[in-house]
């Protein structure tokens, strides 16, 4: 019989007291790991989004508004763009990329995305398609409409369907219908694993048709002059790729002078957006965690200590029978390391099983596609971490055992 | 087989206020033989198992078993020496309860020279010869008094020691049942020529094995506080 199989028999000997330590380890362990990954996983998901585009230019306002509602999907855009300024973009040689986006309406909570058929043309950083048509094909009709991955696989709408936008960005009780203008579904992306599953990208005209013919409704039910003749047409935002990502700097500063908005880099607001916002909180719940494990670890010590404690009797006999010091003290230390074994391994199942759970409604709420079972660095190295203090804790009751006397403890009753 | 020559001994009472001389002039058991250890309580019986089994050291004078002066050996040597040779047999069994009677059996062939591959086979083969065939995964709180003995007794003589030491091995028993693992020990001991030494308070089972030694008078009560009684037994 094995040192560890004998450590194991007197883990489940003793199995509620077992139980309730690995319960310990594993609740620490599993919030380290889920903090973790969830960091490393929310960078990685937020970057890809980010990484689509080098630059965002919209109406004057906050640039992480402008890169969360025009890139995420997230947030009220802070302003519009006259639409001319696409034109100029278009024509500008350091552009590879350019596609104008235009907000207001959604459907069952999914942004409906006003833009124009080169949007599909996107080329990911290694020069592929990014967007890929899963059925059908990109819009032709001023009211056709393309949905992305998410959005037709939890609603009903198939290629071909009609259904009518809703004004507003979120879903709200009460929101005007715009049942003078049916949208018809003409094609279905595949998954991207970013935001963009979760929209549904139109014409920026039917954008426009729908808004100048509300507003020319609500103006003369309000009695007030009437909107005549062309108004100047705008975006919400232009997202823009360029043919060399060292000019987003540049080319922002030169927006920024030349129009009355502004141009952020996505990245770099994500990044931004991410130290400030997201890492105090990150730093915050690895403490809180940090704090588990040590306290963890600090049990595994008290539960060792005393299981050697009420098996001095034992580990006399073991010495009666020809056991060394070195073999009991490693059969202490063991059963310490199976504690922490076992505690790691469920903590880590708990930790990326929970992510696992927390996928679905993670991507329902911000469109960010997270792997949960991706373990980073940084959670092996935590892990590591939280195995050598294991380790040290089995340390301190192996060594009590490897000095004890046997013929001092033999004498003791079960 | 054993032999002690003016072996001395300094025993710390349980509180550590007091301590008491054990002192061994001369002591020798040959090959094969069996001796009942007899005496008062405190008189030193146990303390005399414990030093040939090398779980005490003398401080002076010399213990020699299986040809081997123990306190020559190293403390992990003495473990060794101890597993090899001697199998111990104690008056409250000492069992380990997380094992079933089978896998308490195999632990004594866990160590040092004993190390089998065919532990299980072994274990089975010893358990069968005490009587206990039937009852081989059962825990020890599922035996009774007698059957946990005979696990014991099985455990001891499992890995071929030489020297079988039994400490008072029928006082937690009723006679029947005292007697009956009294007969197990003198037989294995007689059956496979092992060398028997065993401490006992009942002059009956005394008077039964070929020789007896008198401890009485081991104990040199230096300083012994009134009411407290010195060594460790």
Not at chain 1, 275 to 299: E, M, N
Not at chain 2, 110 to 129: C, D, H, I, P, Y
């Amino acid at each position: 019989m094995s040192f560890l199989s004998m450590a194991w028999r007197y883990l489940k000997f003793r199995w509620l007291v077992s139980v309730l330590t690995i319960t310990g380890i594993a609740l620490g362990v599993a919030l380290v790991c889920a903090v973790l990954a969830l960091r490393s996983e929310s960078e990685r998901a937020l970057s890809k989004d980010a990484g689509l585009y080098d630059l965002v230019a919209g109406g004057k306002g906050s640039p992480l508004q402008l890169v969360l509602a025009s890139v995420y999907h997230l947030d009220s855009p802070p302003g519009n763009l006259p639409y001319a300024e696409y034109g100029k973009l278009q024509r500008d040689s350091r552009v590879l990329w350019v596609a104008p986006v235009g907000l207001g309406d959604n459907y069952s909570g999914y942004r409906i995305v006003g833009t124009e058929a080169q949007f599909f043309d996107l080329p990911d950083r290694n020069g592929e398609r990014f967007f890929q048509f899963a059925q059908g094909k990109v819009f032709e009709g001023r009211f056709d409409v393309v949905l992305g991955s998410q959005v037709a696989a939890s609603t009903d709408l198939e290629l071909g369907s009609t259904f009518f936008g809703t004004h507003g960005l979120v879903e709200v009780p009460g929101a005007e219908v715009h049942r003078d203008f049916p949208y018809r579904v003409s094609g279905i992306l595949a998954p991207t694993g970013t935001a963009q599953d979760r929209a549904i990208f139109g014409t920026l005209a039917s954008v426009w048709e729908i808004h100048e013919t509300e507003d020319r409704l609500h103006s003369a039910i309000q009695g007030s002059a009437l909107l005549e003749g062309p108004q100047e047409r705008e975006a919400t935002a232009i997202l823009i790729r360029l043919k060399t990502p060292g000019l987003r700097l540049w080319m922002a500063d030169e927006i920024r002078k030349e129009t009355d908005g502004i141009a952020a880099v996505p990245i770099n607001e994500i990044l931004r957006f991410q130290r400030s916002i997201i890492g105090p909180v990150q730093r915050a719940l690895l403490i809180v965690a940090g704090a588990v494990v040590g306290v963890s670890c600090l049990t595994v010590l008290v539960t060792l200590h005393q299981a050697a404690e009420r098996r001095r009797r034992d580990i006399a006999i073991l010495r009666s029978l020809g056991a060394i010091r070195s073999e009991v003290a490693s059969l202490v230390f063991a059963e310490g390391l199976l504690l922490t074994g076992a505690g790691i391994a469920l903590g880590l199942l708990l930790g990326h099983g929970g992510l696992a759970l927390s996928v679905g409604p993670f991507r329902d709420s911000t469109g960010l596609v997270l792997n949960p079972w991706q373990i980073p660095v940084a959670e092996l190295i935590a892990l590591g971490a939280m195995a050598f203090c294991g380790a040290v804790a089995s340390l301190f009751p192996a060594i009590s055992c490897y000095r004890r006397t046997p013929i001092d403890d033999l004498h003791l009753t079960e | 087989m054993i032999r002690l020559k003016d072996v001395s001994l300094r025993l710390g009472s349980a509180d550590h206020t007091s301590s008491v001389q054990f002192h061994l002039p001369s002591f020798e058991v040959a090959v094969g033989e069996a001796v009942a250890l007899t005496g008062p309580s405190g008189c030193g019986k146990s303390t005399l198992l414990n030093l040939v089994a090398g779980l005490r050291r003398a401080d002076e004078g010399e213990v020699r078993v299986a040809g081997v002066n123990l306190s020559s050996l190293s403390a992990a040597k003495l473990d060794r020496h101890r597993g090899t040779h001697c199998g111990m047999v104690f008056q409250s069994f000492h069992l380990l309860a997380p094992f079933t009677a089978l896998e308490n059996v195999a632990i004594g062939l866990r160590f040092g020279a004993r190390k089998r591959s065919n532990a299980l086979e072994r274990s089975t083969e010893v358990l069968v010869r005490v009587g206990l065939g039937k009852r081989l995964h059962a825990r020890p709180d599922e035996l009774s008094v007698g059957e946990r003995q005979r696990v014991a007794i099985a455990r001891a003589i499992v890995g071929g020691a030489s020297i079988l030491l039994a400490d008072e091995p029928t006082g937690s028993l009723d006679p029947d049942t005292g007697r009956d693992i009294f007969t197990l020990l003198s037989k294995v001991a007689a059956e496979d020529e092992r060398t028997f030494l065993m401490v006992t308070h009942d002059p009956a089972l005394a008077a039964e094995l070929p020789s007896k030694f008198d401890c009485s008078g081991l104990i040199h009560s230096a300083r012994i506080p009134s009411g407290k009684e010195g060594g460790s037994q």
